[in-house]
């Protein structure tokens, strides 16, 4: 949902990708899915998950992890240390859980674009 987000907040001012650290089969994501399609009319309905081991982390100037777990099973992958935003993961939830969540993101999304000093746009 944060790589959809970003997308939506500042799609021509960065290249965003996200990736999991046991990324789940392209049909477990309904549910984030039609999240970001409820709360921001985005359509993710072409992502595909992807291994973070796949991407070339070293590659982008901020990494976001979604808590310390990941943070720590980043080490090694990069040098650069990641931002921690402690998201708990909705998988298995119900709908709720999932927009509750992409709110969340939306927000962390938003304050780290501004820090950034990148202006931020309505995502719908």
């Known amino acids: ?72 099973e980043l080490k090694g992958l990069s040098a650069s240390k990641p931002v921690v935003w402690e998201i708990a993961d909705p998988w298995g939830n119900d709908p709720t859980e999932y927009r509750r969540t992409a709110i969340i993101i939306s927000q962390k999304v938003n304050k780290l674009l501004r820090s950034l000093g990148i202006e931020v746009r309505d995502a719908a």
């Open 1 to 72: 949902m944060a790589e959809w987000v970003t997308k939506a907040h500042a799609a021509s001012e960065l290249h965003v990708a996200s990736a999991g650290m046991r990324p789940q089969p392209p049909e477990d994501g309904s549910n984030a899915i039609e999240a970001l399609a409820v709360a921001y009319s985005i359509d993710a309905s072409s992502h595909v998950p992807r291994d973070v081991r796949d991407i070339e982390l070293d590659s982008f100037a901020v990494i976001v992890a979604m808590d310390r777990r990941i943070a720590r």
